[in-house]
């Protein structure tokens, strides 16, 4: 017993200092916001691409240029990671709201007569209206980080974070888009009230382009870590 009490602290203790790793994402054909966010542009929309968070979600804003609602299909939207699609549509939700009163609306036209409430909603048809001269906002699964998980970041080459020296210190690797561990491209797919039986698509290409690795948590490595092009895991 005295041994197990013993050998429990130190488990923890090793459990905590496990790094973490920011990962940076690159897009070539892309530009970037003042936020870091890619953006993708054309006559018909802008999207932009936000990575930004733990084991990197991402966060898709799209649009309208259009005088005529676009319809973005999930069904047949997908990202595909070193040659693997995976799909992006996810048939329910979770969700969580406050009341105001007695009634509560979580999404349109569904409301909820309670304080507080949480639970899953399934989704319709997986196809998103977007009208003319409006947006939709989006977190989709973009389970990154499992195709790093093997990846290893073994290097003796040191750096400050964001090259910032008030900043923390720590292991850090660069790649080029042939070194990279990681590429991946989303595909979507979309059609215009015109032309509803005329399915078009979009797609953008990314890379990881770096990763630093410390022990040091978001909180202790600055606002670097709040960019719309990196990400982290641990």
């Given amino acids: 017993m005295k041994k197990l009490l013993l050998i429990a602290p130190i488990m923890l203790f090793f459990a905590s200092c496990k790094p973490y790793q920011y990962f940076t994402v690159a897009a070539p054909e892309l530009q970037q916001d003042s936020l870091k966010q ?3 542009e054309n006559d018909t929309m802008k999207v932009l ?12 804003t799209v649009i309208n240029k259009l005088k005529e609602p676009i319809f973005l299909d999930w069904n047949r939207s997908a990202m595909i990671m070193n040659g693997e699609s995976v799909a992006l549509y996810q048939p329910s939700f979770q969700f969580s709201g406050r009341s105001v009163g007695s009634s509560v609306e979580v999404i349109k036209d569904v409301s909820l007569n309670s304080s507080r409430m949480s639970g ?22 973009a389970p990154l980080h ?5 990846a290893g970041f073994n290097t003796e080459n040191k750096k400050y974070f964001d090259d910032d020296k008030t900043s923390i210190r720590g292991r850090f690797l660069d790649y080029s888009e042939s070194s990279t561990p990681l590429i991946f ?12 039986d005329l399915v078009r698509h979009f797609e953008s290409r990314f890379f990881i382009k770096d990763v630093f690795v410390t022990i040091a948590g978001p909180d202790q490595v600055g606002q670097g870590v709040n960019r719309g092009d990196r990400f982290y895991t641990k």
Avoid: A, C, H, W
């Fill in 38 to 40: 890619y953006v993708f």
């Fill in 49 to 60: 691409y936000n990575f930004t968070g733990y084991q990197g979600p991402l966060k898709v």
């Fill in 120 to 141: 899953t909603l399934s989704g319709q048809e997986g196809v998103d209206m977007i009208p003319p001269g409006s947006s939709r906002q989006r977190s989709v699964l």
């Fill in 146 to 150: 499992r195709s790093l998980l093997d």
């Fill in 185 to 196: 491209k989303t595909y979507f797919s979309f059609r215009l009230e015109s032309t509803p």
